[in-house]
């Protein structure tokens, strides 16, 4: 069974946001909805392009 590097944790009243097994750290920026595709794709095959248009889609709006 193979660990995924990247999840998803919930931050109460903010959003989701990516968490880095690895480096135990955060990963990129608040997401307004849980960011499957994006974690999908982070712990896959990491293309450039489509992770591109996922954070793009994925990030929450500022205040």
Request: charged share 30%; proline share 10%; glycine share 6%.
């Amino acid at each position: 069974m193979v660990r995924a590097r990247f999840i998803a944790k919930a931050i109460p009243g903010e959003g989701w946001r990516v968490w880095n097994r690895k480096t135990e750290r955060w990963w990129g920026e608040l997401c307004k909805d849980y960011p499957a595709t994006l974690l999908s794709e982070l712990n896959g095959p990491k293309r450039p392009p489509e992770l591109l248009t996922l954070i793009n889609q994925n990030r929450k709006p500022r205040r």
